[in-house]
């Protein structure tokens, strides 16, 4: 017998050889009904593998997030196999599940396929779903696996296994379809009630621009048509959301062809939302003791070989730069830190100074893949709001800590209610991504750990999601759509004060290394505010917002009036403009409202005899007519309400 731990801490026996399956029926029939993917001793695995030893145990159905990507990943391959059927002889290459969804790359060879093949691929997935189709797991030898996609033609498939050890390789058959996979997978075909193929894409086979482009093509599936439904509203909406189409129409940013790909150009209104975010953390940093410091765009390769960036992303940036000196190298520079460890290692450090907490709203450079570039969510140029603070291991907890509590500022202040903090670990089976000694990552770790903890953070544990020199807290904020972004990062590293031999004179007068954190509450300007935007559907809070106001004269005897309260309002720190085009004022209030100018003062022979204006508030309507004193309270208190929160 063997004991299963279930997640309750209830233990139950089992007859030794018995499958997740058979555990779920013991339980209830409604849960072998609705349950899809099983996890024993922390690992998934298929519902149909015998358990051999105690473990603890946990089923797993669609409304957890295991659950959900594992059905994607099963769609993809019930995907694949409708494809097959309907384009034979084409090539499969790799087909994951997704945050939303899944996708599949396929290589259609002669065939010409569009969007609107979308629906008949859509109706092949569907009817093979109905079938129940069952996934069955086979360990193949790798000598077997070659001859199976010999025989299919398949130079990708074929690539894949040359870099898998034998003993090592399953191959998963559901229908007529078999495919190179490690799963595990859904019972079967049955639990896919409804399906939507979302769209097309190009895609270079393992993501080279040098190797063949693929077609990859998106999907999503859910149990219910109901889920189905709400989902593609959810889409709908987002679209109306999408950062890239409200940047355009109130014109925030651009980019353009001939300045480079990835590169935005920051229009004024967009200037503005920026240095207005820029300055409210920047205030929060002072309050918090952090200096402001400034370092150049470019660095000395030896700076990277150094801190340990040219060995991990050397291949991945831009190319160097070269000077008439034959012995100098330079690099667009792709991380703050190295700079910043100089700085601090510019004049002897003692203990009494520590911590030291440099801030710097540092422009870096990072080369992307042409078919990586995403509006701001993913550039080549980027600013973050990073900082680096250099402390004692005794002082590392509670700037931890500190930390945190700027980054929980930010949140609340933005409406960002919904997040989660993800401690990102090293990868336990392959340390070689990573630098420095374990002693040090297990320090740092446990650090965090309990920062965390003591900060009662609701938080998920990720192995192999820390940075290369050390573990870190990620926060993964919800928006209004309830998509996931990670916004905000925390990391401690033992590993860059070793590599720069950075020290201070501790109290035994002795020299020490200090630990570094690095932070950034809002990870890269660029992706914060294209998150910010999507949240709100381009509606910001009005401390935030371009244009506070705008002041809508109903015919032109009216425009210098209408100038004199702008100039009153614009001296009071309140943003605005007149509308002064020949237009009917009912076609500038819609005009006022599309651009989501937050307020609209209407002026007309009354208010100016009574040197009043006429205010409606966007979403709300009319407001009455007050003075303009009254006005700017109104404005004032709001912003001072949207920015009460406190560090």
């Avoid at 090539?91 to 790359?105: E, N, T, V």
């Avoid at 993964?476 to 309830?482: E, I, K, N, R, Y």
């Avoid at 401690?492 to 932070?519: A, C, S, W």
Wanted: charged share 30%.
């Amino acid at each position: 017998m063997i004991k299963i731990t279930f997640p309750d801490g209830s233990i139950r026996e089992y007859q030794k050889g018995t499958n997740s399956m058979d555990i779920a029926k013991s339980i209830s029939e409604g849960l072998a009904r609705n349950v899809l993917i099983a996890k024993v001793n922390g690992k998934l695995q298929d519902l149909s593998l015998p358990i051999n030893e105690d473990a603890a145990f946990e089923l797993l159905t669609w409304k957890d997030k295991e659950g959900k990507s594992t059905m994607w990943h099963s769609s993809a391959h019930l995907m694949a196999e409708a494809l097959e059927q309907l384009y034979p002889g084409i090539k499969l290459a790799i087909g994951p599940p997704i945050a939303r969804g899944f996708y599949y790359d396929v290589d259609f060879c002669d065939y010409q396929i569009s969007e609107k093949d979308l629906p008949k691929v859509e109706q092949k997935m569907k009817e093979l779903a109905k079938q129940k189709l069952t996934f069955t797991r086979k360990e193949v030898s790798k000598s077997d696996a070659v001859s199976y996609f010999e025989k299919k033609e398949d130079p990708y498939k074929l690539e894949l296994i040359s870099e898998l050890e034998d003993g090592n390789i399953t191959f998963y058959t559901q229908g007529s379809f078999t495919d190179l996979c490690k799963g595990p997978h859904i019972p079967h075909t049955g639990h896919i009630k409804a399906i939507k193929l979302l769209s097309i894409a190009g895609a270079y086979w393992r993501g080279d621009e040098k190797k063949k482009q693929l077609t990859r093509i998106y999907g999503v599936s859910f149990p219910k048509k109901s889920e189905l439904v709400e989902h593609l509203e959810i889409l709908e909406e987002a679209k109306k959301r999408d950062h890239r189409k409200l940047g355009k129409e109130l014109e925030l940013f651009t980019f353009s062809q001939k300045v480079g790909q990835g590169l935005p150009l920051w229009l004024p209104n967009g200037t503005a939302l920026r240095e207005r975010l820029e300055n409210f953390l920047k205030e929060a940093q002072k309050k918090a003791g952090y200096d402001q410091v400034i370092t150049p765009h470019i660095g000395n390769k030896d700076l990277y070989v150094c801190s340990g960036h040219y060995e991990k992303y050397g291949e991945d940036s831009f190319q160097p730069i070269r000077t008439p000196d034959p012995n100098e190298e330079f690099y667009l520079k792709p991380m703050n830190c190295p700079h910043h460890c100089e700085i601090f290692k510019s004049k002897p450090r003692s203990y009494k100074d520590l911590p030291e907490r440099f801030a710097e709203f540092g422009t870096v450079y990072r080369y992307e893949q042409s078919g990586e570039l995403h509006g701001l969510t993913r550039v080549r140029g980027f600013t973050q709001d990073d900082a680096h603070i250099f402390c004692t291991q005794e002082q590392v907890k509670q700037e931890f800590m500190n930390v945190i509590d700027i980054v929980l500022y930010v949140f609340k202040t933005l409406d960002f209610k919904n997040f989660k903090a993800q401690i990102s670990l090293r990868d336990l089976k392959d340390k070689s991504k990573y630098i420095g000694a374990d002693n040090n990552w297990k320090k740092a770790e446990q650090a965090i750990i309990e920062a965390a903890e003591e900060k009662k953070l609701d938080t998920v544990v990720e192995y192999g999601e820390a940075a290369f020199y050390g573990p870190k807290l990620d926060f993964m904020v919800q928006d209004a759509l309830g998509r996931e972004w990670q916004l905000g990062t925390i990391q401690v590293d033992y590993n860059l004060p070793e590599r720069f031999e950075l020290e201070y004179t501790g109290k035994d007068n002795q020299k020490h290394r200090p630990v570094m954190i690095h932070r950034a509450p809002f990870g890269s300007m660029e992706r914060f505010v294209a998150v910010l935007i999507e949240h709100c559907a381009g509606d910001f809070p009005l401390w935030l917002t371009a244009k506070q106001f705008v002041l809508l004269p109903i015919s032109d005897n009216y425009n210098e009036y209408a100038e004199k309260i702008s100039n009153l309002l614009n001296f009071s720190d309140i943003r605005g403009l007149v509308d002064d085009r020949s237009e009917k004022v009912g076609k500038k209030i819609r005009d006022a409202e599309m651009a989501k100018v937050p307020f609209m003062l209407i002026i007309g022979e009354k208010e100016v005899s009574s040197e009043t204006v006429s205010v409606r508030k966007r979403g709300e309507g009319d407001l009455g007519t007050m003075c303009v004193s009254d006005f700017e309270k109104l404005v004032k208190k709001a912003v001072e309400k949207e920015l009460s929160q406190e560090l």
